[in-house]
Structures are given as C-alpha cells and as structure tokens.
C-alpha cells in the first residue's frame, strides 16, 4: 500500500506562476522527501525534511512538513516551463526495519510558456 | 561521470524467458534498490540490499530475485517472465544503508512481456 498519496493528480499552470502539491502519509516518519521525474526519466532527488524540521527551502522550491497532520507540502515558486515533470513524495517508516522508502503516486505538473 | 547504470534500456521478452536486469554503480554507495513502476501506481519497491552480501523483499517481490557480491553491483533476475511483468524498472542507490537519505536512480529499463 502507499504510504504517500499526493494531490492534486495533476496541476496545469502558467509560465511564472506558483505551483503547489501536498502529500499525506499514514505512519510515522524518519523524513519525508521530494523527487521529481521527467518524462521518460530516472527520478531526481529535489529535497529531504526531517520530522524535526517544520520548513526547508532549496532555491524556488520551498517545502514544509506538519507531523500533526501527517502531511507535507512543496512549494515551487515562479515556475518554467522547464519545471514541467511528476513530482513524488516518499517516506521512510521508522518502524520497519531495512531500506524502506515509500513513493506515492505522483503529481504531473505541466508549466505552460 | 559517477552515477548509476541499467542495461539493457529497453527488452521485449517472451513470456517463460528468464532475464537479468542489469545496475551498476560507482558511487560506493551501501544500499542499492529495485524499483517498479507502473501508471497509477506509483513506484513499488521489489527488492533492496542494505550493503553487500545482503538482500530483503520489499512490496512487490515474487516472481524476481537478486544477488549483491559486491558493493557496485546488483542485477534483478526474472526467472520465468510473464505479462503483468511488463513495466518500467528504476534501480537506485542511498549511501545510508538504512535508507534513510536520498536516493539516486538510474535511467530505467523499459521491459515489455508478451
């Protein structure tokens, strides 16, 4: 079962407007992180909050993390066409033992010039 | 350029075949990952080695198996293939052995089972 489920689906913007995508998650949490996959691509590693943290920023990508809520949200700020991808979260289960990182479905931004 | 590897990049493959996907890394990294990705449902881990000379199941693991003899490689082997088998593979690499911080993925292998 996925451990990550984010929303919405799929978001459809403008060149230079900002672009929201939450991600829940049922469990506990070492960290959560953010990847984002091109079309046709591996996955690339954007950014890792640790559930001690509240708020990271990385360029124009900011992410926040409520573990009250179980949830976690990324932020990209004046976007590009070139920002144009899926993004994931993913988490890690304290409670499981191994290599445990959990994907959720994925949002598909598309970034219109 | 230091990274991850897959071979091949795409395989059709008649179903009963057997066939090894390939992943290598350069990295040194102690934790390596198989992964499955199929539309709508997101990435599905198969298997993953914390360090070499270990392996684990993970989600999705029959019908697969892999070996780790060292800390570079880690080949997932599908012993007999069948159609649902059909999918894209990402393999991947964490320096934490308990996968605990990024992860690096490869370029993917496109296998389709007929």
């Known amino acids: 079962s996925q451990q990550g489920e984010e929303d919405p689906q799929a978001l459809s913007i403008q060149e230079g407007e900002n672009a929201t995508m939450n991600c829940s998650y049922k469990t506990s949490i070492n960290n959560l992180q953010w990847y984002r996959q091109n079309s046709g691509r591996g996955l690339v590693h954007l950014i890792l909050i640790r559930s001690n943290e509240r708020e990271k920023h990385s360029g124009r990508l900011r992410v926040t993390l409520d573990t009250s809520k179980k949830s976690s949200s990324l932020l990209i700020t004046a976007s590009r066409a070139a920002d144009t991808a899926s993004y994931f979260c993913a988490t890690d289960d304290p409670e499981t033992s191994g290599s445990r990182l959990t994907f959720g479905e994925g949002t598909q931004l598309t970034v219109n010039p | 350029i230091a990274g991850i590897t897959q071979a091949p990049t795409s395989q059709i493959l008649a179903a009963g075949r057997r066939m090894t996907l390939r992943c290598t890394q350069d990295m040194r990294h102690n934790a390596m990952y198989w992964y499955r990705q199929d539309l709508g449902l997101g990435l599905r881990l198969i298997h993953y080695?914390?360090?070499?000379?270990?392996?684990g199941k993970g989600e999705v693991p029959d019908g697969y198996s892999v070996s780790r003899a060292n800390t570079d490689d880690f080949p997932l082997t599908l012993a007999s293939a069948v159609p649902s088998q059909t999918s894209v593979y990402f393999c991947?690499?964490?320096?934490?052995?308990?996968?605990?911080?990024?992860?690096?993925f490869g370029p993917g292998t496109r296998l389709t089972v007929l």
């Open positions: 080695s914390n360090t070499a000379g270990t392996t």
């Open positions: 991947a690499s964490s320096q934490d052995p308990r996968g605990r911080d990024e992860q690096f």
